[in-house]
Nanobody
C-alpha cells in the first residue's frame, strides 16, 4: 500500500508564510504527478497546484504569484510554499499523488488525511 502524509499546516497571520510538505511512501514504481488541493468549510475541494513529472506547474488563479509547488522526485515528496497568505486561503489542504505500483499497473490516486491551514486577519 501507498500512503501520503502531509505536514506543515498551522495558524498564521495574513501576509505570512507557510510551507507544506507531503511524502508518499510504500510500493511505488513511478509517480505521474503530485499536487495539493484544499477544501474550505462549506465549499468543494479545489485544485491549488499540481506538478507532473517532467512538466510545468499548474496553479489555481487565486494562488498564482503567491504559492510555489516543487517536488523532490527521488524522495516522492511535494512541497507547497505559501507566501502572502490571505484569510480566504484558510482550508484543509490535501496532498494527492498519482502513481503506479509496478511497471504494468495502471496509475491510481492516493490522498493524504489533510492538514489545516488557518489564516487570521
Amino acid at each position: 500500500q501507498v500512503q501520503v502524509v502531509e505536514s506543515g499546516g498551522g495558524l498564521v497571520q495574513a501576509g505570512g508564510s507557510l510551507r507544506l510538505s507531503c511524502a508518499a511512501s510504500g510500493t511505488i514504481f513511478s509517480v505521474n504527478s503530485m499536487g495539493w488541493y484544499r477544501q474550505a468549510p462549506g465549499k468543494q475541494r479545489e485544485l491549488v497546484a499540481a506538478l507532473a513529472t517532467g512538466g510545468s506547474p499548474n496553479y489555481a488563479d487565486s494562488v498564482k504569484g503567491r504559492f510555489t509547488i516543487s517536488r523532490d522526485n527521488a524522495k516522492n515528496t511535494v512541497y507547497l510554499q505559501m507566501n502572502n497568505l490571505k484569510p480566504e486561503d484558510t482550508a484543509v489542504y490535501y496532498c494527492n499523488a498519482n502513481y503506479r505500483g509496478t511497471w504494468y499497473a495502471k496509475y491510481v490516486e492516493v490522498w493524504g488525511q489533510g492538514t489545516l491551514v488557518t489564516v487570521s486577519s
